[in-house]
């Protein structure tokens, strides 16, 4: 049974850090490709980071160098550090996967439709 477990959201104030964590199983957490998506009040899922089984990253515009993505495979664990955060930042953050597509191109990393496997979401709210 596939599982994806995030945990590490929370209420901060703007310009300070998270570090959201997304606990995999059921697939071979080496070979997929994985993302973080997240939702605003109001407004539709969009693309955060992904990251390829090589490791490739793809970022979304607005991240502009204040995320990091990274995974620990012995942990079969995805990570998302947030830094600089700032309140248009508030959303519930999703963990995403693909466990059998290999060498996204950037459109497809940061498409939602990619992906079929999906987790519940961590909320993050961010303070002015």
């Known amino acids: 049974q596939v599982q994806l477990v995030e945990s590490g959201g929370g209420s901060v104030l703007a310009g300070e850090s998270l570090r959201l964590s997304c606990v995999v199983s059921g697939f071979t957490f080496s070979d997929a490709c994985m993302a973080w998506f997240r939702q605003a009040p109001g407004k539709e899922r969009e693309a955060v980071a992904a990251i390829d089984s090589d490791n490739s990253r793809t970022y979304a515009d607005f991240v502009k160098g204040r995320f990091i993505v990274s995974k620990d495979v012995a942990k079969t664990t995805l990570y998302l550090q947030m830094n600089s955060l700032k309140a248009e930042d508030t959303a519930m953050y999703y963990c995403?996967?693909?466990?059998?597509?290999?060498?996204?191109?950037?459109?497809?990393?940061?498409?939602?439709?990619?992906?079929?496997?999906w987790g519940q979401g961590t909320m993050v709210t961010v303070s002015a």
């Open positions: 995403a996967a693909n466990p059998s597509y290999r060498g996204m191109t950037r459109p497809q990393a940061l498409g939602e439709s990619s992906y079929y496997e």
